[in-house]
């Protein structure tokens, strides 16, 4: 199964050109991500600031009921530039998926820019993603994840991520508030 993730998101890399690719990983969970930045076929648009995006997670926890519970995710998100300081913000949703569980959350995305007179740019970022009981289906009552990241563009166009996630989500049956993963992780960005 993970195997075929793999392939298929490299394909879909090869592809479609994502505008990035990226891989997260520590000694238990694997995630793999592409985004594809939308805003460059649209003339209406600045390039660089809609993203349409795709997500895999294999996280391995102990409380894990089955054991093929992979999350999968589609997303969309808007960002811009806040004045010229660095700072950009976003506003997403995406639909997550489980066996147990689908969930529509909606987030707000934060990257700064970090303004250091250094030969490694480098930035920080958070993500936090919510989905009431009504954006909450399956087996679930809520949804709830946040992310922080550091990253570091060590060559053109490839960044070292350092980052920790959170995710959690109530359920309807006797799991109730169920951690799905809570960890942090090194990876690579690249961007195309």
Known sequence: ??????????????????????????????????????GQFNENVEPETMYVGIKFLDADNSSRVKEDDAL???GFLMKRAMGERGLYIGLGVKANHTKDYTTVPLGIVFDYALP??????????ADIYYASKVLSFSNANKYFEYRLEYDAEVIDQGHVVIGY?????????????FTY??????GFTFEF
């Open 181 to 186: 993963n809570e960890s942090a992780y090194v």
């Open 165 to 177: 996630r959170h995710i959690k989500t109530d359920y309807n049956d006797i799991r109730g508030e």
């Open 72 to 74: 999968y995710e589609i």
């Open 116 to 125: 250091l007179q250094t030969i490694i740019p480098m930035s920080v970022g």
């Open 1 to 38: 199964m993970l195997r075929k993730v793999t392939l298929m998101t490299a394909s879909a890399v090869a592809a479609f050109a994502f505008n990035s690719a990226g891989i997260n990983i520590n000694n238990e969970d694997l995630e793999l991500q592409a985004n594809f930045d939308i």
